[in-house]
């Protein structure tokens, strides 16, 4: 995977959230909860299922690339639904 981003770091993610099971994935969570992320991208069920909790949910979705994707396309349907392009 190819990824760039602008990381503007905010205060460090509380203590007091749910903890990943797996610790080498804790960091994603941190990161996207610290950096204001909109979503975290993956397929790994652990990230999945943790990001479910309601604390994280209210920061960020954590969702699999394949569902982004179908939502942005949904997205984009509802933008061009009735509106003619013309070339």
């Known amino acids: 995977y190819l990824a760039c981003a602008t990381l503007e770091m905010h205060a460090a993610a509380p203590t007091d959230l749910p903890r990943c099971r797996d ?3 804790q960091k994603f969570l941190d990161l996207a909860y610290r ?3 909109t979503e975290l991208l993956t397929r790994d ?3 999945l299922k943790v990001g479910k909790n309601k604390r994280y949910k209210q920061r960020f979705l954590t969702i699999t ?3 982004f994707l179908a939502r942005l396309e ?3 349907e509802e933008i061009y639904f009735g509106c003619e392009i013309h070339s």
């Open 74 to 76: 949904q997205v984009k």
């Open 23 to 25: 610790v080498n994935d």
């Open 65 to 67: 690339p394949e569902l």
């Open 35 to 37: 950096t204001d992320a």
């Open 45 to 47: 069920k652990k990230l």
